[in-house]
């Protein structure tokens, strides 16, 4: 048995049964646990991820500097238009931001409490052109 084995990705927000259910729904997943300040789910791939209440939380501003990054997830997607509609369907948004050059196509969202997200296409497209 290993010292220390894989955890789970928390995020701080002022409602974590809100949030979890974003998180759950866009991936497929289920709920592990609840107690009163945190809420963990499973993701369809195996994901772990929990909501931690904080009445004091603060969103993230990225991509503008006043309040930075403070944690960025990334999630492989098959249909990144199909995403995208589940994503605002679900409460979240796009984030303006410069397209990524280079094979990935790639879009960063905020989730309903205002962590930032990215969606990168799992098949490499063709460079753009033009």
Known sequence: ???????????DCAEPE???????ELLEGEETGANANRV????????????????????PSWPRPENSLQAH????????DAAERKIVELGGRP??????????EQRSYADPAGHSFSLRSATPTAPKQG
């Open 1 to 11: 048995m290993p010292l220390v084995e894989a955890g789970w990705v928390v995020l």
């Open 18 to 24: 809100k949030l979890a259910v974003f998180y759950k």
């Open 40 to 59: 963990e789910i499973r993701g369809a791939d195996g994901l772990r991820m929990a909501f931690r209440r904080d009445a004091n939380a603060t969103p």
């Open 73 to 80: 997830l990334d999630f492989d997607v098959a249909d990144l």
């Open 95 to 104: 984030l303006e931001t410069r397209d990524a050059s280079g094979p990935f």
